[in-house]
């Protein structure tokens, strides 16, 4: 389930009506039909959408929240929940796999908070619906809404990404090895890890790195490895930065295995490519695996590696091997030492406008255990790092977070 909230800075006498926001959802459904259909199981355990035109959910509310509480992180991890009253995770109770909720808040600003089920789409399928469906809102002639093109042409064909017919290999047996998927591989529990995470009060936390700091970050990589300067991204070196920081913050046993998993786009990555506006999912999860001692103790350039060389590994075989582990064998990832990092910075969602303005705060309805890597306003450049922690780990998490020592 991805669920998100836009806030505005709107002037509510100039803004689009609601009603107009309804009209554009009802048209931007016609290309994104399955967001307007029903989710069911299959007999033989997968997922299948019932497209009967049952449409989308929209509603209109009011908050005594303001906009100014968004930009930083809440007191509680569900204090935003209302901003999404209707919880996407129900769809096989019959919940619309897309709910839009505009809310009005005290300081007349307004937000809108958007839930979608990710048994249909990724993060970019949503975010290229969220783009047509603002701009559709925008429209302000009828004339201009019959010319209306959705850039791009959204496109559904979820069987590109079927398994092939089972045929066992020496190819096929290597990629399937558990040591080539270690993002499915269960690992011994040393510390109550699980227990941790689901009896101790966690505490969202949000840490802005602006430009400078991201830069520091990067020096202090290379100087503890032989990472190259032209070929490691900012994620690689932002992701094993929060990765080590909650490492070190949980003080955990020094043998317990860690994980890092993170989407990696394959719409590129498999042959042939996928068709431009894909929106379904199209993602593997890359994973970083390694030992407390080994992330805590031998410096960020050691981290960066391992993240950049589980990129590395992902390529249309692997791809491939990942389909057939899901659809056939219902692989899923463990929770065991376990630490899901998303990066949302790099979807546009901080463009969308639906007429109101562009938004200055891009956000998950209810901050988790799970990292976010958002957008921030009027700062290009930067990236905002939330995420919840356990109540005894949160100030030293925080703290280390702060500091770019290696």
Same mark, same amino acid.
């Not at 007191?75 to 009253?85: A, E, G, M, N």
């Not at 719409?267 to 390694?290: E, H, I, M, W």
């Not at 905002?384 to 500091?403: D, G, I, W």
């Given at each position: ?12 006498? #100039?803004?689009? $009506? ?32 019932? &497209?009967?035109? /049952? *449409? ?44 839009? /909720? ?18 249909? &789409? ?19 002639? %009828? ?23 089972? %045929?066992?290999? +020496? ?14 591989? +269960? ?38 490895? +032989? ?13 094993? #930065? ?10 955990? $046993?020094?043998? %317990? ?22 929106? *379904? ?7 970083? /695996? ?38 056939? *064998? ?12 998303? %990066? ?16 200055? #705060?891009?956000?998950?309805?209810? &901050? ?26 949160? /100030? ?11």
């Amino acid at each position: 389930m991805g669920s998100l909230v836009h806030v505005k800075e709107a002037v509510i006498t #100039h803004a689009p $009506p609601v009603s107009r926001l309804k009209s554009a959802l009802a048209k931007a459904l016609v290309p994104y039909y399955p967001l307007a259909g029903r989710v069911r199981a299959k007999p033989d355990g997968g997922l299948e959408v019932v &497209c009967r035109g /049952q *449409g989308a959910l929209f509603i209109e509310a009011v908050s005594d929240h303001e906009a100014n509480e968004l930009e930083r992180a809440p007191r509680f991890v569900t204090q935003w929940k209302k901003l999404l009253s209707v919880d996407v995770a129900d769809v096989l109770k019959g919940t619309p796999p897309l709910i839009v /909720q505009m809310t009005w808040l005290k300081d007349g600003n307004a937000a809108l908070g958007v839930g979608f089920n990710h048994c249909l &789409c990724d993060g970019i399928g949503s975010a290229e619906f969220l783009n047509s469906f603002a701009e559709l809102a925008s429209v302000t002639s %009828q004339t201009k809404l019959a010319e209306f093109k959705f850039k791009p042409n959204p496109v559904w064909d979820r069987h590109l990404l079927n398994p092939p017919p089972f %045929q066992p290999s +020496r190819n096929c047996n290597n990629y399937n090895s558990p040591s080539h998927h270690p993002e499915f591989n +269960r690992v011994p529990d040393l510390c109550g890890f699980l227990s941790r995470f689901s009896n101790e009060r966690l505490v969202p936390t949000s840490f802005i790195f602006n430009k400078a700091s991201l830069e520091e970050l990067k020096k202090v990589a290379f100087s503890t490895s +032989r990472l190259s300067e032209s070929s490691n991204t900012t994620f690689e070196f932002l992701s094993a #930065h929060i990765w080590r920081s909650w490492a070190r913050a949980l003080n955990l $046993p020094s043998n %317990q295995t860690l994980k890092l998993l993170f989407s990696i786009n394959v719409r590129d990555r498999v042959k042939p490519s996928l068709p431009s506006g894909f929106y *379904g999912n199209a993602f593997v999860l890359g994973c970083a /695996q390694t030992s407390v001692k080994d992330l805590t103790e031998r410096g960020l350039g050691y981290a960066t590696m391992l993240v950049k060389k589980a990129k590395e590994r992902v390529d249309s075989e692997f791809v491939k091997s990942v389909v057939e582990s899901v659809s056939r *064998g219902r692989a899923t990832p463990d929770s065991v030492g376990v630490l899901i990092l998303s %990066q949302w910075s790099r979807l546009g969602l901080d463009k969308v406008d639906f007429g109101y303005a562009k938004p200055v #705060h891009v956000g998950p309805i209810c &901050c988790d255990r799970y990292c976010l890597l958002l957008p921030v306003f009027n700062q290009t450049d930067a990236v905002k790092a939330m995420v919840a922690v356990p109540t005894s780990a949160a /100030q030293r998490y925080e703290h280390l977070l702060r500091s770019f020592c290696s």
